[in-house]
């Protein structure tokens, strides 16, 4: 039942890595984690390779994503209270 309140459970690392491209775009994404993945020739491919075999990275990413989901609420929390 702890997963109910894990945010990350149920998302692929496709899935977030893709969340936030869309979100920030691969220069803003590289500025936050200045990985080569995200710097120089930028896919979803080829990070999705690093990010699996760099639990480090991958940490920061889903700390990022947690980060965006965070941000999305509250700006969507205080657009509709205005």
Wanted: with cysteine; proline share 5%.
């Amino acid at each position: 039942m702890q997963q109910a309140r894990n945010p990350l459970h149920g998302i692929t690392l496709e899935g977030i890595v893709t969340a936030l491209v869309a979100h920030y775009g691969w220069a803003e994404l590289g500025a936050r984690i200045p990985v080569r993945c995200f710097t120089s020739d930028p896919s979803v491919s080829s990070s999705l390779k690093f990010l699996r075999k760099t639990p480090w990275a991958r940490e920061k990413v889903e700390g990022l994503y947690l980060f965006m989901l965070r941000d999305i609420k509250r700006t969507a929390g205080s657009s509709t209270s205005e």
